[in-house]
Structures are given as structure tokens and as C-alpha cells.
């Protein structure tokens, strides 16, 4: 997907040049961007939060969404697994989705990940997966867990080395996976439909394989122990149209935004809700610079789910890009009144009240969306800006050196964080964050 298009999915897309990657078909090392959306991340996890409990694993597991067209699902650390949204788009049952997102957790459960996060203590391995930049986002958010994942993706040949499972460990989570979906009461034949997907692909080059193949080779004595452990659990599923409609929902605004606006309103009726066929056309509508029926079609999924935050988060988006500032702001008011701890919501009725000269009212959703998710560059820059317009130099300057070290511009973000600590009280942590960002890009420049 080109940058110009990128638009298309909430003008929210946050670029992880060296982190967050995954297997790409290219042999060098490519930049990978998250496609952030309050509602199809939340859509994913109300998907996916029944499969983490029957594994153990709660509420600590958050899905996001990967800006990458190919088939695949990975996870780098005991906090997040990640979909591509070619993998979301291709899927036709929510127990699909569910056996993928299953899979990966098993892969968490198991150790999987832990065992191979102490392949990174050595220094060569450091040097190769770019734990400078783990380090900067560590001192910037305090996260070490995520830092680790962080570390991953400036060389593709490593990654793959990382993310590909052996086969034990494939089918130890073949066998958990299957377990978890019926343990959650979900068909488990959604394993196989997803691994039909793939049929055939074991007979290509590894450079035509989707991604997914090439991390998680699929064997006939794989396939065949499979089809035995899905016919163990039969007949134990139990029907919930709730999931039936988030999935459609989150499928269906993926597909709204990254699809053709003629392949949207050619196909919105395909979806069972009223609500989401008028989202889908809110969508189509305002990619087509259409903003009245963009509004109108929003206004009429409203009428359907009067208090859903999503939807009026989404008219606020709508309003914003067409400069109606003020009206974004209501809209975007009211979402977060309907869901106040959303980070993504939060960030932009901030970004809405520095389009009506309100810094001071935007500093405290835009501190309270960054202390709920730091990976949102789009926040650290509005942030950075409130911190400017209300003559707070010093934490703009801060604000600066994260928003670059997240994207792995160290030498940039220490210029930054140099700036800041001249002009913050020493010893304040706001100064340790940016004392912590200099020092990572000095190692990095020693390393060199």
C-alpha cells in the first residue's frame, strides 16, 4: 500500500521501521506499519478474548492490526499477537480468525516466545536485531516487554530465523490451539479451513510462499494430526451471533478502507447489520471526498447503536478531515464520554482541540492517550505540540526525541532529547526520559 492510501485507514498508521516486523518477501529489511482503529481493535479482542481466557492468558493479550496485504499472524512477545490485515480480509468465518489468533496464543502459553527471547542476550544477536531502538522506546515508555519486540525486524533474515517455529513447537501449539477453541465453546474446524488457505504452497519457492507458510511450515503429518484433534472436539461448538457481527464489523471497515471505494459499494449489502452496511458506505463515502453522505450514512448507523463510541469516533474523523473542527470535536466528545480509557479515542479529541486552539483542554486527553499506548506517533506529535502552544518547550523537545526514537531516527531523537534536557529541571523524570533516549544513541553510534 502506498503512503498516499494509507489515509484510508484513519490517517493512524503508525510506522515501526525496526520494529514490529515480520517476514516479508523482500530479502532486505522493510519498514512495517500498525493500522490503528479503535473499533476494529476492539472488534478483534472481543473476538479473541474468549480463546485467551480458555488459554490462561486474560486480558494481557492485545490483537493489532499489520499494514501488509500477505497472509500472516506472528507474535514477537508475551503481550501482543499481531494480523495482518490480509489475513483478516481473507478470512470468511470469525472461527477462522479465531484459530489463528488461538495458534499464536498457544505459541505464548507454551514458553515458545520466552525461549526464544534468550537468543537475544548476545551482543552479535543485540547488534543484528537493532536493540538500540528497544532501548530508546524502553526509556520513553517504560515498557520493557514491548522494547523487546521493538527490537526485532532490521534484517529480515534474522526475523524469519526468529519467528519460524520448529515442528514441535508447531504441533505442541497445533494441539493446545484446538483445545483452547473448544474449551471456549468454538468450532475448531476453523483451523483447517484456515490451513486450506495454504494448500499447495509447500510446493513453491520460499519467495512465493505467504509469510505465514514460511514461519509456520504445515506438513501432511501435521495436517493429518490436526484433522484428528478437530475431530476429537466435534460437535461442541455453541452459536454466538455477537461474534458473528463484530468480526463482520471489523472486516467490513478493514475492507472499507483499504479496498477500492467500487468493490465497498458494490458489496456493503453483504453485510447482516444495518449499522455496518451504513458504516461501510460512511467510509466508501469519505474516501471519495463525499463528506454530506459521508455524515449522513454515519448519522444513520447512529440512529441503529445511539451510544456506540466507535461510531461517533468515526464521525469525528470524518469532520476533522473535512475541516469541520468544531463539529469533530462534539463528535469526538461524546465518543469519549462512551469510552473513556480508549487510547486511540482519546488522542483524537485531543488532535480535535488543537484544531480550535484548546491546548490546555488537549494536553490532558492527549497525556492520558499516551499513558494508555505509547506506540501512537500521531499522539506524541499532538502531544509534543499542546506542549509548545502552552510554552512548555522543554517536553516538546522530550515529546520530539520519543516520537523519533520510536521510529528509529536516534540520531535525530538525540538532538532532540539534548534540547530538552538543557531546557528541563535536572533529575526530573521527564529529564531521565530524555537523558535515557541520548545515551541509547550514543551506544548505537559507539556500536558503529
Not at 62 to 79: E, P, R, T, Y
Not at 141 to 161: K, N
Amino acid at each position: 500500500m502506498t503512503a498516499p492510501s494509507i489515509t484510508a485507514l484513519r490517517a493512524r498508521v503508525v510506522t515501526l521501521v525496526a520494529g514490529f516486523a515480520l517476514v516479508l518477501s523482500s530479502t532486505t529489511a522493510q519498514a512495517v506499519s500498525l493500522l490503528r482503529d479503535p473499533d476494529i481493535e476492539h472488534a478483534l479482542q472481543r473476538m479473541a478474548s474468549p480463546v485467551l481466557y480458555a488459554a490462561g492468558l486474560g486480558d494481557n493479550i492485545k490483537i493489532l492490526l499489520v499494514n501488509d496485504q500477505s497472509l500472516n499472524a506472528f507474535v514477537v512477545d508475551h503481550g501482543h499477537i499481531f494480523i495482518n490485515s490480509g489475513m483478516l480480509m481473507r478470512m470468511t468465518t470469525p472461527e477462522m480468525l479465531q484459530a489463528v489468533i488461538a495458534h499464536e496464543a498457544a505459541h505464548i502459553a507454551n514458553g515458545h516466545i520466552a525461549r526464544r527471547m534468550a537468543n537475544l542476550d548476545s551482543a552479535r544477536t543485540a547488534a543484528g536485531l537493532g536493540l538500540a531502538l528497544a532501548l530508546a522506546t524502553a526509556a520513553a515508555s517504560g515498557r520493557g516487554d514491548v522494547a523487546a519486540a521493538l527490537a526485532l525486524g532490521t534484517q529480515s533474515s534474522a526475523l524469519r530465523q526468529f519467528l519460524a517455529h520448529t515442528r514441535a513447537e508447531e504441533s505442541s501449539a497445533d494441539q493446545s490451539g484446538i483445545r483452547y477453541l473448544a474449551a471456549a465453546g468454538i468450532d475448531p474446524s476453523g483451523t483447517l479451513d484456515v490451513h486450506r488457505l495454504f494448500e499447495g504452497q509447500e510446493l513453491l519457492s520460499t519467495s512465493l510462499q505467504d509469510p505465514y507458510m514460511r514461519t509456520h511450515p504445515l506438513s501432511r503429518d501435521r495436517l493429518r494430526a490436526m484433522e484428528g484433534f478437530v475431530a476429537a472436539y466435534a460437535g461442541k461448538a455453541k452459536p454466538n451471533p455477537d461474534l458473528d457481527y463484530w468480526y463482520d464489523r471489523a472486516r467490513g471497515k478493514t475492507t472499507a478502507f483499504l479496498r477500492p471505494t467500487k468493490w465497498t459499494l458494490q458489496r456493503y449489502k453483504e453485510s447482516a447489520a444495518e449499522d455496518v452496511r451504513h458504516m461501510r458506505l460512511a467510509v466508501a463515502y469519505h474516501r471519495q471526498q463525499n463528506a454530506a453522505k459521508a455524515v449522513s450514512h454515519i448519522n444513520q448507523a447512529l440512529e441503529v447503536r445511539p451510544n456506540d463510541p466507535y461510531y461517533y469516533e468515526l464521525k469525528g474523523q470524518i469532520l476533522l478531515e473535512n475541516r469541520q473542527f468544531q463539529n469533530a470535536v462534539t463528535a469526538y466528545k461524546k465518543a469519549a464520554d462512551l469510552a473513556p480509557s480508549n487510547a486511540l479515542i482519546l488522542g483524537g479529541l485531543g488532535r480535535s482541540l488543537l484544531t480550535v486552539n484548546r491546548p490546555k483542554e488537549a494536553l490532558t486527553y492527549l497525556e492520558a492517550a499516551r499513558a494508555r499506548d505509547f506506540r501512537d506517533a500521531n499522539v506524541l506529535r499532538d502531544l509534543g505540540s499542546a506542549y509548545a502552544q502552552t510554552g512548555q518547550h522543554g517536553m516538546a523537545s522530550l515529546l520530539a526525541a520519543e516520537r523519533h526514537a520510536l521510529a528509529n531516527r536516534l540520531d535525530d531523537a538525540e538532538i532532540h532529547a539534548r534540547r530538552a534536557m538543557a531546557r528541563l529541571p535536572q533529575g526530573s523524570n521527564a529529564y531521565r526520559r530524555a537523558d535515557d533516549i541520548a545515551r541509547a544513541a550514543k551506544r548505537r553510534k559507539d556500536k558503529k
